[in-house]
């Protein structure tokens, strides 16, 4: 391994760190400076993720489906993950925003983190605390951690999206909201193919 | 000297970052989105939770037992 790849590493590591304590001073360093080869490193925790989901949706050991289960969701993530990043670009552009749709993507890339959390912690749970969540007290307090838990991501990941519009695309706060009414639809649409395809339930945008 | 030209060219890199954007305005509500936005700039922890919180009573309030539905929807969503 060349001294490079452990600057890429050690970077994208910081860079991880610093979405979680510095998300503003992070996501404009991303914006401004970040290496594309910072994308392996996201790929990596992905796929950590790909890996817990397709043991925990296929508990039979049988290598053939567990390959398929596996390119299949590094697959549509891929594709969902082009998408949603194309249509906030597009979105972005149609509203005044400034910048290289590659850039964008390295930025949107991280906000991704949020999402594999999400997931993952939610993969984990299915195994040691496996649904349906009764309304006796204990089930109604396991909803409500879950549900805290669930909102703090999506807090988080709003607030990764929102600065990677903001630096990558130099827009400001009403021009972001234009840019997410417009690129709503879109993934609303391709969020139910995913659930219709069978996929995912809730699409990992 | 060497110490000096290196906290210079770093002082001038964050400069430039900083100087980069021009700072937000959101008209009136100007004074309220800095303060929002000054609690999330660096560990946001405590205001998500906080907000978290503030959502999910809601949502008991509003669904009451029909939150337990939601997170099974949800458990099965990965």
Known sequence: MG?????????????????IVRPYM????????????????????????????????????????????????AVVVV??????????????????????????????????????CWFLATSILYILLPPPRTARPEGIVASGVFLVFSTVLLLWKLVLSYLSLRFSLRLSLPRILGAAVLASGPLFLYGYWTYAIGVFKIPFY | MNSNGDVYRKFQKRWEEITDLPPQRVGP??????????RLKIMPWPVFLVVAVCVVVGLYMFFGNGITLLVSILQRGF
Do not use: D
């Open chain 2, 29 to 38: 509500l100007t004074p309220l989105y800095k303060e929002a936005t000054k």
């Open chain 1, 79 to 116: 594709v969902t993950t082009l998408f949603a990043s194309g249509m906030f670009w597009c979105a972005g552009k149609l509203v005044g925003g400034i910048g290289s749709y590659g850039r964008f993507f390295l930025s949107w890339s991280y906000t991704l983190i949020p999402t594999v």
């Open chain 1, 26 to 73: 992070t996501m404009r360093s991303i914006a401004q400076s970040g290496s594309f080869w910072e994308l392996v490193s996201i790929g990596v925790v992905l796929s950590m993720y790909f890996a817990v989901a397709t043991v925990v949706k296929n508990p039979a050991f049988r290598p053939f489906l567990l390959t398929r289960q596996f390119l299949a969701l």
């Open chain 1, 3 to 19: 001294k490079s790849s452990i600057h890429i590493i050690r970077q994208s590591a910081a860079h991880i760190y610093g979405i």
